[in-house]
């Protein structure tokens, strides 16, 4: 670059320091209402979040601006969780203003990382679906689609993780307490979601039969939104929560005094709408809250989204040419029926056409084949909740069941799978078949995934409508995930094909020649030593185990799930620790065994599994036989914050789900991108992972999809024999049937030998332990090879361009959304 600009652009960096630095010390004392000299780190974080707001919003309002003028075809993300952690790092990051901002702190006296620090980990989301979402935003507005995600604005989020003598206790999280500067309330956007009541028949204008809902509760959604930044801070987009508040009525009326108190409560009770997301992944709870919640936002966002079509139009028919409606698994299906409801009972739009408009805007993605994870809600349930849903419900499940190849067919067993209704026992609605038969598109969110769509849950539709299922992938942004979360990595890949890779992160293929580079390889070990020792410290600080920074790191963070397998890591754990006891003259490569993750409340084996790991650990970590050779750590209160500390220190990564249950995967693809060799199966995206990074440059090991299936199915499979035929396992369970780790309480683990011997081994455990055991010695073995096992991490870092989350939003917004990029008018504010 010629060193004119250099100086120029110099200068307006120093510009931009000093005028962050006076702007900061405005926003403390004018709206956070403190001097210099008063301020905690919390007052420091929203002062800091403020002044950056400010510079988000005119280009906001362009961005807003820009498609309203245009009329662009728009994206609406419809989901019940997102995912997104923290938002002051990322939003400098996007604008390209995070060493401006740095410096004008250091100015102030004041460290950035400490400011970040303060900020709460705004968790509106279980696990891997939410921080899908989470991503999708991020991309959207990356690659300047007009994207929105609507949601809830959840009051609590997800519960925080503590240990109590090594169990899990839930304790409430409250990220809004202190107020949340991020977002934007918007009182006037207010819509009406009703609730109960009856239907009315009636005779319209032209003497036609219609219906009326009548007699229901009404409660009101009322929008918050928050700007989502994208890379170059071009775009920005809007994630829009709705908040639940009583109506109006509760403020008027003459009381007396009894009614005045049941109003109070009655306000109090709708407003219970939002207030706590459940916390269950891929699980089913069928409370009705949970119901009225997936109801309550679903209807508020096709509400808005109706209100903003007609502001340029006056009838419904190019309604699929200006949004696409993207249904986040099930929980916003009832979306299908309410479309149908708000087009046909409240503007006029006849059965036919309002089906094709319906069909026309949404999609749906799936994200599970757990039969667990299928939502199906009871008739009865719908019936009271939503009798106008239901009534609709039949009506599209009579006429789509009349027109279908089984009924000419007279194919009942086929019928009956097609049907929205499941007839076994209590009646219930399919979700997922609702939304397959509402949508124009379905995919699923990794190639196996989307194949075992096609051959099980959806095998029916798939023959009734066989162009209707496509794959697409799920990626990760490379924004959060490397740029931000990994500066040493992040630096040094810049250092050699500059910035171009945070927004095709498919420059990195250009890299690959690196891994047989002796220096790089030594730059790339440096960057990740540094951010291992960063984890080491951030480990001892929270659960006070010191670790060996050089150590192989084997980490396994995700939710706590019997079908995710932490239970037989945990298992080759103490298989590992029985042979360095035996054979304590061997020169053994020290590991340390990483966990993390929440396990539902009421999901008592996960629960029961933390403890176990907990119980492990605290033999292994104080048995001095072991020559600190072996570790394990659990670390609480897995979140989206404490993952940008964990992907970028990890030598290994646990992928060990027993095949054909993980969906996709997505902390697959955070820590492969930031080094870490797979240990996995080939289940979910671990399949495309292995075809990206190549065979020699992962382990993989057990079973197949359709080799568990078929040894499930098969009846002959009994976990007994496996047992007996391998002494390191059969040692292992022993131990713990024994009480080794658990001599205060013996039989405390017997659930768990239990499920795994008379059991039967639902998730394959023991037929997969053997090949696991082989898979990490290798691992292990590879390690002490140092040049060899870097060598294999830049090829993993390097290999991944394949899964940004641009990638996959990319090919939505070609394949799905039909939506295009725009890029914002300039306002005359620059
Ligand atoms: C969830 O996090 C996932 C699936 C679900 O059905 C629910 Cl309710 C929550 C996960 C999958 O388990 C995971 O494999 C996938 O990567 C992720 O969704 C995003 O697609």
Redesign the pocket.
Known sequence: MDARYRTRDIERRSLDVDALKRSFLEWLVYSVGKDARAATRRDWFHTVALAVRDRVVDRWMDTTRTYYTHDVKRVYYLSLEFLIGRLLTNSLANLGIIDECRQALDRIGLSLDEVVDAEPDAALG?????R?AACFLDSMASRNLPGYGYGIRYEFGLFEQRFEHGWQVEYPEQWLQFGNPWEFARPEVLYPVQFYGRVEEFRDSVGERAYRWVDSERVLAMAYDTPVVGFGGKTINTLRLWAARATRDFNFGHFNEGAYMKAVEQKILSENLSRVLYPN??TETGKELRFKQEYFFTSASLQDILRRYLQHHSDFDQLPNKAAIQLN?THPAIGIAEMMRLLVDQHAVKWDKAWEITQGCFSYTN??LLPE?LEAWPVRLLERVLPRHMQIIYEINAKFLNRSSARAAHDNARLSHLSLIDERGDRRVRMGNLAFIGSHKVNG?SALHTELMKQTVFADFHAEFPDRIVNKT?GITPRRWLHQANRPLSDLITSRIGEGWIHDLSALDALKPKADDVVFREEFRRAKRKNKKRLAAYLARQTGVEINVDSLFDVQVKRIHEYKRQLMNILQTIALYNDMRDSPTVTWTPVTKIFAGKAAPAYHMAKLIIKLINDVGKVVNHDPSVHDNLKVVFLPNYNVTAAEIIMPAADLSEQISTAGM?????GNMKLALNGALTIGTLD?ANVEIKDAVGDDNIFIFGLTAEEANSLRQGGAYNPRDVIGANPALKRALDMISTGVFSPDDPSRYHPILQSLIDGGDHFLVTADFEDYCTAHDDAVALYRDTEEWTRKAILNTTSMGWFSSDRTVGEYADEIWGVKPIIPDEGDHR
């Open positions: 279980n696990g891997g679906l939410g899908l992944d891929a698994d994200h599970t994870a969110v799920n993980e969906a996709s995967g997505t979910g």
